[in-house]
């Protein structure tokens, strides 16, 4: 997880993770963290290329943190099929007035749907350091 800007995140799945680790679990609580302590919106941008969460129990967890007034909204990005299985399930569970998206075929397109949630949310980021 790294925080771009005060209000906007960028979660990164990286791989699975090593017998009996957990990290959805910390992620949760990191989570949980940014939003009690923001004093506007943060907005998730998840790249989910590489990995993502597939227990349903935490996709319920993450599901609920979308209820946290300080949840502005987000969206994911990937390039398969399986993301957006796991990405509905998690929509599912997610509070229905705030704003999150399905996944996106790409990085652009993610960008262009956070912006018309929040303009300007996207600007100033370097992007071709951030995904080096």
Do not use: N
């Amino acid at each position: 997880m790294q925080l771009l800007k005060e209000d906007f995140l960028l979660i990164r799945w990286l791989g699975a993770p090593a017998e009996g680790y957990q990290p959805q679990t910390d992620y949760i609580g990191q989570l949980r963290a940014y939003l009690e302590a923001a004093k506007q919106p943060i907005y998730c941008l998840s790249d989910l290329r590489y990995g993502r969460i597939t227990d349903v129990r935490i996709l319920q967890q993450l599901g609920k943190l979308t209820y946290h007034p300080m949840f502005g909204g987000g969206t994911a990005f990937a390039g398969d099929i399986s993301a957006e299985v796991y990405v509905g399930v998690f929509s599912h569970f997610a509070s229905r007035p705030k704003r999150v998206d399905t996944v996106h075929a790409s990085l652009e397109a993610a960008l262009a749907y956070l912006e018309r949630l929040k303009a300007g949310i996207t600007e100033g980021i370097d992007w071709s350091s951030v995904f080096e």
